[in-house]
């Protein structure tokens, strides 16, 4: 592979600050495989070979992928260190939080962009289907490297500034994580004299199912993660005073209860919401929310067959149908999907099984059509 080059004509050396943790090996893996070049980091969790004067002497662009807590104090202490031989080179950080990070990688005498993932380091290669808001703080020479390394990533990219990013960040993230870590902290109190979890699960709608599922997800993350955005984007802090007046006022409605109370929230959390959205919005919600319904009902199907496809080629999919045409099985529903490990298989929900799964299975097997990942028929 030749590595695209940087200003100076060759490709540059990238240096990873926090390059032990989820994404600085995750982006580590990104540059050696997908742009060709050479990677060094600094992490006290196991990576001091170099100090933080030869990291950044011998970075030419240096991305800061440090807890979001300590990132300005670190980004301090670099600019200290490199005391201006940072001249000439690119900082990057990927800080969830943007104002703070940013302003301060502009102390030094570098170029700047300021990167932020909308996602946990995923299992594929690149961030291809994800979103990332870049923040180009100061850009001049490493302008077309750093196009190049975005159109590598692949991400879908919006340009914003630190602090539009910032705001909009407490309404994405802030007001997403404090409702369902409210919620956490409500199910663990009442969830357990309604019968617990399952008992909940087994009366879902879709609404509870989906929130469920955002819960679970952050309670099974990085709790630093989640703690350092509330505490650390400013914006974060008016956003939770005005959620708490909002549900404060409709716990005073419905401890009211009269006519007048029902009247306010049915205009202040309802009404008056649902003209701000709009029609259109409204309606492509409302259907997006069947959809989830349809996808939570395949995904929970309890007959099915997962299988990995490895010829990745036209009419790979077409042979594998033919097998379940052969036997004389209906498909329920086709997904596809990934594993937790990130290996990409069709789901196939199934109808009724006139052949034995094990049968079944042997027969997608058999001819190297596809490799089942998963199969179950606990239908009955
Ligand atoms: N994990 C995620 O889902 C996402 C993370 N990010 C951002 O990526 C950055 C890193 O996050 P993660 O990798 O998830 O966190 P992490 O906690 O897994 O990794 C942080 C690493 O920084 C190291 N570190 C601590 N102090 C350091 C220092 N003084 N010098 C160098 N390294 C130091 C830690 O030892 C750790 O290995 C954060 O700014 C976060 O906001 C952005 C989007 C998503
Ligand atoms: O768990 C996931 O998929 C997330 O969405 C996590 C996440 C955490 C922090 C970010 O700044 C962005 C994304």
Known sequence: MTAFPGPSGVPPVVGIVGSQGAFGRWMARFFREQMGVQVIGHDP????????????????????S????????????????????????LWLDLTSIKQQPV????HSRAEVAGLHPM?????????????????????????PWLAHLLAKLQADCVDIDPLAHDRAMALVQGLVHASHMAQAAVLRELAPA????????????IGHDLDL??????????PAIYEDIQFGNPHVLPMLERLADAVALLRAQVAEGGDGARTVVRERFLQQPAAWFGNDALAARSHGFERMGYLQADLQ????????????????????????ERLGINLASIHSSRTPDGELHFRIGLETLPVALATLREAVESDGLGRVVDARDDAG
Request: proline content about 5%.
């Open 103 to 106: 302003a301060a990688m502009l």
């Open 45 to 64: 969790a196991g990576d001091s070979a170099l100090s933080i004067r030869e990291l950044v002497l011998q970075a030419d662009v240096l991305v800061f």
């Open 66 to 89: 440090a807890p979001i807590r300590h990132t300005v104090a670190i980004i301090d202490e670099y600019v200290a260190a490199a005391a201006g031989d940072e001249a000439g080179k």
């Open 194 to 205: 309604a019968g617990g979890l399952p008992a909940l699960h087994a009366l879902r709608t």
């Open 301 to 324: 199907g309890a007959r099915y067959l997962s299988v990995y496809l490895p010829q990745d080629r036209p009419g790979s999919l077409r042979a594998l149908l033919a097998v379940f």
């Open 213 to 222: 599922t955002v819960t679970g997800r952050i309670l099974s993350g990085n």
């Open 119 to 143: 996602t946990a380091p995923p299992k594929i290669d690149t961030l291809a289907g994800r979103t990332m808001a870049v923040c180009r703080a100061r850009l001049d020479r490493w302008a």
